[in-house]
């Protein structure tokens, strides 16, 4: 696919391809190399963590609930890290294809994310009467994800309504 192209499956979900250079909702707020540093270090921990609680025979529950979280950490600095220096990046119409190493659009650990889950599940136009907001058009649920997401975010809400209780000790 072409960059901001989308297939649409339904009135609600879009398969729609984006590249997010930054973090969580493409923001941007520290250097690229530290928030990849940053990432690398999250998932070595999770995954010394999990190591851990296999060793203790924690339930399995919330060993899934960390694996989740670790597998999209992991599918995130795979995309983050490789993306950028095996692929080219073409002006859209035009679709990325591979390279060969090291001549891709940027350098090792400075990638950006693929997302391409786009859930716009209501849309409307506020009435132009609205303060602030009056003519403008407004999409609910507009972040435009991946599977690496999802599973983090199901991990952390399965952590928080399953296993809260560990975080109050």
């Given at each position: ?91 859209p ?31 409307w ?6 303060p ?38």
């Amino acid at each position: 696919m072409a960059l901001h192209e989308s297939i649409r499956v339904t009135d609600w979900f879009y398969i729609l391809f984006t590249e997010n250079r930054g973090m969580a909702f493409g923001m941007e707020l520290v250097d690229k190399y530290l928030l990849t540093g940053f990432r690398v270090v999250a998932a070595c921990w999770l995954a010394w963590y999990m190591w851990r609680l296999i060793k203790r025979n924690e339930r399995i529950g919330y060993l899934v609930c960390i694996a989740l979280i670790t597998a999209g950490a992991l599918g995130n600095i795979i995309d983050c890290v490789f993306y950028g220096v095996i692929f080219n990046a073409p002006d859209p119409p035009a679709v990325a294809h591979f390279t060969s190493w090291g001549f891709g659009y940027d350098v090792l650990f400075r990638g950006r994310v693929v997302d391409m889950l786009y859930f716009p599940l209501v849309s409307w136009n506020w009435s132009s009467w609205m303060p602030l907001v009056g003519g403008e058009h407004f999409v609910f649920f507009s972040p435009i994800f991946n599977l690496a997401d999802s599973a983090i975010s199901c991990g952390v809400v399965a952590l928080i309504l399953f296993y809260h209780e560990r975080f109050q000790r």
